[in-house]
């Protein structure tokens, strides 16, 4: 298979898709952190389709995220410019909040 030139993207972004994720409380509440991968196949009109969890330390903090993508329209992947069907993989970086970073943003 030829190598994309234009990988998907989020429609909108990663920066927005990613300040939709949503920490589960729990989570938080039990000091679990880390990072989950979320492997999908975007489709050539820009479905993610076949996603699954390549990686991730706790399934607290894999349910929001696959759940995230699998609400989520993407800009194909692109051959010239052509779309394609691409496989990618998306890491969410779940981690805790430093006390001097709720400090300063709280002033």
Request: net charge positive; no cysteine.
């Amino acid at each position: 298979m030829d190598e994309v030139n234009e990988k998907p993207k989020p429609i909108g972004g990663y920066r927005k898709l990613l300040s939709e994720l949503d920490y589960p409380f729990r989570a938080r509440q039990n000091g679990i952190k880390g990072t989950v991968v979320i492997r999908l196949l975007v489709t050539k009109i820009g479905n993610g389709i076949g996603s699954y969890i390549e990686k991730s330390p706790d399934p607290l903090l894999s349910e929001p995220a696959l759940e995230l993508i699998q609400n989520t329209t993407f800009h194909p992947g692109k051959i010239g410019r052509i779309p394609v069907n691409t496989w990618i993989s998306i890491p969410f970086h779940f981690q805790m909040a430093k006390k001097s970073d709720l400090q300063s943003n709280s002033r």
